[in-house]
């Protein structure tokens, strides 16, 4: 205890940490107070039904990644996912088209003209999910007023749709502004932040709803509760490993003098993660799955796609987790064969004077890393694989369908992920004035491996 207390005194005592703090906890604020500022023409007394179409499903997943603002009707209620959706397609663009692969090895200039396609495919994506989100609100309040921004309760494409689409356009866009802010003047990733913050706003709901569905069963629902919480804690550490676990390979580099100097000569490591995709074979895998439900709500219950979204549109039903389980695996070789590639690892130690030692450079140290990354990454995928359809295993048990979502899949990695990385920002920040880290080793590892 008395450890901690001098390390946040440590914190305060540094003036850039501290003002980074604040200027980061004064953005969430703004992003949490804008979450419950409803649209205009809404009385938030009729989103009942729209509350609870947002209990689970896919709108459950938008409603946690919002912080309740999807649910609420709120300025930001689209929150940060067409950002998201965005950087995705023009992620998967730089592993397929040259044009934008080429942008990607121009360094700095490069990336600058990649966020900006991303800024502006966000937009246009924010766009179209306003103009649904508001098909979908309206559907969701029939019976309830709905009075257009000039007065009145005529609701036309020009009074009301319109306006309302640019309004959550722009709010949106402010969201987004917010998360570039943070990670240039703040603590952390922006945007990793805000969702994490979205997610965190609905834990304590969620926990207080398995509180009370345990206090309307019979007697001894407190100890199962009890050990509801001791799994949910073991998952995290189990998460935390997923998240941190890697596999070192040692390098040896030639000695080359240069002048007086010499270089190279040391034994180095590569870290290997076991989960080198992240989160994204999950939100991949969820994608996929949705579509065939998307398409049977547009053609009808009488198509012939009715039957496969029947069984897909079943989260708890097994032929919904085995399937989505294995999708969750193939992902996660298919994104870290793009995102890992052996041969330029190879090349590039070769290029350096570089070898593994008792490994031939060239073909064999790629044909040794390929081999390597496919071990490592075996275990990883099946594990995480099982945390994404953990929710679906302990509402089984009974667990409430919110607190559920806490179990596992994208919400508990990014939640560790973003915490870990967060933290290890403010450790770096202590180490390099030569105070103590936040742990006794001082050496916190995030996303990116060690510090």
Known sequence: ????????????????????????????????????VVIPGINPSDLGALQSQTQDGVLGLLNM???????????????????????????????VVP?????????ESGRNKINQITRWLTVIVTIFQSFAYLANLRNQLQGAHIFNIFGGNNITFLNWVL??????????????????????????????????????ARLPFALFAEFASRMESQAGQLVILFVELIIWLVVIM??????????RIPVQYAKRIVGNKQYGGVRQYIPIKVNAAGVMPIIFAQAIMF???????????????????SVLSNFDGFWYNLIFGLMVIVFTYFYTAVAINPKQMADDMKKNGGFVPGVKPGKKTEEFFDNILSKVTLPGSIFLAFVAILPAI??????????AQFYGGTSLLILVGVVLDTLQQIESHLLMRHYDGLTKTGRIKGRGGNM
């Not at 649910?71 to 965005?86: C, D, E, K, Q, W």
């Not at 189990?238 to 596999?247: E, H, S």
């Not at 579509?291 to 979204?309: E, K, L």
């Open 291 to 309: 579509i065939p439900v998307t398409i049977m709500g547009f053609s009808g219950p009488d198509s012939s796609m009715s039957g496969i979204a």
């Open 238 to 247: 189990l998460c935390i490993l997923l998240v941190q676990g890697t596999r």
């Open 394 to 403: 302990v509402r089984l048990f009974g667990v409430n369908s919110q607190f």
């Open 1 to 36: 205890m008395k450890r901690f207390i001098n390390t946040i005194k440590n914190i305060w005592s540094i003036n850039d940490l501290r003002a980074k703090i604040i200027y980061t906890l004064g953005l969430i604020l703004v992003y949490r107070i804008g979450s419950y």
């Open 65 to 95: 990644f919002s912080g309740g603002a999807f649910s609420n009707a709120s300025v930001f209620a689209l929150g940060i996912m067409p950002y998201i959706t965005a950087s995705i397609v023009v992620q998967l663009l730089t592993m």
């Open 163 to 200: 306006p309302i689409s640019i309004l959550l356009t722009c709010g949106t866009l402010f969201v987004m502004w917010m998360g570039e802010r943070i990670t240039d003047r703040g603590i952390g990733n922006g945007i990793s932040l805000l969702i994490m913050i979205g997610i965190i």
């Open 99 to 107: 044009y934008f692969m080429k942008m990607q090895r121009e360094g």
